[in-house]
């Protein structure tokens, strides 16, 4: 079965800029999307298509998506960013999500 | 602006069902655009798709192999709203529950509030 990985743990200093990958056979082939939940919420969506925003989500979230590597991008990052960070594909007519990655904001 | 409210009992006892309910206001469960997902997370397993339901012109149904055996999705057009029906639970299956919406862009645009379904032993 197809798999996505995440690191545990990312961190970063306010006003710096994160990057969170999430790795996958070819994933540069199919469309990743990433996920913000903080504590007690539901995910919300953040970037979906590799690169695009959904209508309210600051623009210092930005994605790519190329070979084997999706990367979450939040420049200048904010105290109120701090949260996990999930990624997610579709594998035929199912849906994978990545482990997770907290991001921490020292 | 798509609103989930979910609905269902937070504790069900081990081999019985479990029953979900997710009414939708901004959008129609007759859309043939969007789609009616059922995904849980849990400590041990992460955040898992269980399946969805979508109406293009006939009923759909998709379901995770984890749990085909065992899963009915359905929809309720008289209502507006879809279900959850998970047999022969098991405390793995314990776990919080959303029900979520997608409009075809390949990610899940709006979440419900979220649901702690316990199984008990």
């Known amino acids: 079965s197809y798999e996505l990985s995440q690191p545990p743990s990312v961190s970063v200093s306010p006003g710096q800029t994160a990057i969170i990958t999430c790795s996958g056979d070819?994933?540069?082939?199919?469309?990743a999307c990433w996920y913000q939940q903080k504590p007690g919420r539901s995910p919300l969506l953040v970037i979906y298509q590799d690169v695009k925003r959904p209508s309210g989500i600051p623009e210092r979230f930005s994605g790519s998506n190329s070979g084997n590597t999706a990367t979450l991008t939040i420049s200048g990052t904010q105290a109120m960013d701090e949260a996990d960070y999930y990624c997610q594909a579709w594998d035929s007519s199912s849906v994978v999500f990545g482990g997770g990655t907290k991001l921490t904001v020292l | 602006q798509v609103q989930l409210q979910q609905s269902g009992p937070g504790l069900v006892k081990s081999s019985q069902t479990l029953s979900l309910t997710c009414a939708i206001s901004g959008d129609s469960v007759s859309s043939f655009t969007a789609a009616w997902n059922w995904i849980r997370q849990s400590p041990s397993r992460g955040l898992e798709w269980l399946g969805r339901?979508?109406?293009?012109?006939?009923?759909?149904?998709d379901y995770a192999v984890s749990v085909q055996s065992r899963i009915t999705i359905n929809p309720d057009t008289s209502k507006n709203q879809f279900s959850l029906q998970l047999n022969s639970v098991t405390p793995e299956d314990t776990a919080v529950y959303y029900c979520?919406?997608?409009?075809?862009?390949?990610?899940?645009?709006?979440w419900g509030q979220g649901s702690l379904v316990t199984v008990s032993s």
């Open positions: 979520v919406g997608d409009w075809g862009r390949f990610a899940f645009d709006y």
């Open positions: 339901t979508y109406y293009r012109s006939k009923w759909y149904n």
């Open positions: 070819f994933l540069g082939n199919r469309y």
